[in-house]
């Protein structure tokens, strides 16, 4: 990922490639602070206690890498651990574990699973409310930020040599404001209409963040959810003409969030007129992941990309009734041969892929 650019211009450009950097023994970040949801959260939604026997809390979730339950949702680590790890820091605390010794010099993680981008009153409003997992949006994730500002910095001047060298990861979010809709029935017209709301929200937070002295953004745009085995469950159809011959993948749903990408992209082209002064980076999830939905076998998913690791069984191994950890769902034995880990998260080792997309700049834009 072209994260910086310290070597040749500054450290406000991210557009030398971390193998450099890392070669070089530099580490170009002091910190980093996370936001999002699922895809990203190391133990917030656990520690909330939003649900009361939340299966992420016990094997098989975290069996690959920690060799335990951590509140990840996959069986390891994630894109933001592989970032972290990368830049040599330490993986990110959730930020409901902090205690008051806690040092949080080097980032803390806001992410929360279920979290969406637009407040929770947006899909109160629209009957959707029930069927959320978490009133912890991207404003509330943001506020924690603003309530731990002051433990960071004092001084303006302090505040910015703190955050100069320091990366803001906003996202992915906004995946499930739009999972959620769908789930119960919304269709791709009204999700299209909920666009510019949730990429709003998205950008309104990346400026909140600029506004309190964030000068290095990284945001990613949303995974291709024609891909998940949720969404192939859901919206299984015999009519073969809605799915792509190169992958198996449900097109309509893949161009949705196509769709939300590139309106998160043109939005972050107006965001970057009125900050100049600050490095917005696109992270393209999308770009990164669909090289090994299209060719599997060269990743080494020997076994396929669409059907989930751990599932209670179907065409895509993804049961409503019985999902992962659940009675009457079983893992495999080789997560790091599937992409999909439990039918809507992807495995470590999908995650690591798309790290390394990152890492090394193909998948990093900024424009």
């Given at each position: 990922m072209k994260l910086i650019n310290i070597l040749v211009v500054s450290s406000l450009c991210l557009t030398l490639c971390l193998s450099t950097l890392v070669s070089s023994s530099l580490q170009p970040y002091q910190a980093i602070f996370n936001f999002g949801d699922s895809l990203s959260d190391t133990g917030n939604f656990l520690?909330?206690?939003?649900?009361?026997?939340?299966?992420?809390?016990?094997?098989?979730?975290?069996?690959?890498?920690?060799?335990?339950?951590?509140?990840?949702?996959?069986?390891?680590?994630?894109?933001?651990?592989?970032?972290?790890?990368?830049?040599?820091?330490?993986?990110?605390?959730?930020?409901?574990?902090?205690?008051?010794?806690?040092?949080i010099q080097h980032g803390v993680n806001f992410a929360v699973a279920g979290a969406t981008a637009l407040d929770p009153e947006f899909f109160y409003q629209r009957k959707i409310g029930p069927v959320m997992w978490t009133n912890d949006s991207l404003s509330t994730q943001l506020g924690w930020f603003k309530k731990l500002k002051p433990s960071l910095c004092s001084t303006k001047q302090e505040c910015d040599n703190y955050f100069k060298k320091t990366l803001f990861l906003v996202g992915e979010i906004g995946g499930n404001d739009y999972n959620y809709a769908f789930f119960v029935g919304g269709n791709m017209e009204q999700l299209k209409a909920s666009v510019p709301y949730v990429v709003g929200a998205i950008t309104n937070a990346t400026s909140a963040l600029i506004e309190e002295g964030a000068v290095e953004l990284l945001v990613p745009g949303n995974l291709p959810i024609g891909c998940s085995a949720v969404y192939l469950t859901l919206f299984q159809t015999t009519n073969r003409a809605y799915y792509d011959k190169r992958n198996g993948c449900l097109k309509a749903f893949n161009a949705f969030s196509k769709y939300h990408n590139s309106e998160?992209?043109?939005?972050?082209?107006?965001?970057?007129?009125?900050?100049?002064?600050?490095?917005?980076?696109?992270?393209?999830?999308?770009?990164?992941?669909?090289?090994?939905?299209?060719?599997?076998?060269?990743?080494?998913f020997k076994s396929g990309t669409?059907?989930?690791?751990?599932?209670?069984?179907?065409?895509?191994?993804?049961?409503?009734?019985?999902?992962?950890?659940?009675?009457?769902?079983?893992?495999?034995?080789?997560?790091?041969?599937?992409?999909?880990?439990?039918?809507?998260?992807?495995?470590?080792?999908?995650?690591?892929?798309?790290?390394?997309?990152?890492?090394?700049?193909?998948?990093?834009?900024?424009?």
């Open positions: 520690l909330s206690g939003a649900l009361a026997f939340p299966v992420i809390g016990k094997l098989p979730y975290g069996e690959t890498f920690f060799q335990h339950a951590t509140g990840r949702c996959s069986d390891g680590r994630l894109v933001v651990d592989f970032i972290v790890e990368a830049f040599g820091l330490p993986l990110l605390p959730p930020y409901l574990a902090l205690n008051k010794t806690q040092d998160l992209k043109r939005a972050l082209a107006t965001l970057r007129q009125k900050y100049p002064h600050a490095n917005i980076i696109y992270a393209d999830y999308y770009g990164a992941a669909m090289p090994f939905f299209h060719a599997p076998q060269h990743y080494g669409l059907r989930a690791c751990c599932g209670g069984g179907g065409s895509y191994n993804f049961n409503n009734s019985a999902r992962c950890g659940h009675i009457g769902s079983t893992a495999c034995k080789d997560p790091s041969s599937y992409v999909n880990w439990d039918g809507i998260h992807l495995t470590e080792a999908a995650y690591r892929y798309i790290a390394e997309g990152l890492i090394h700049g193909q998948f990093t834009k900024p424009i």
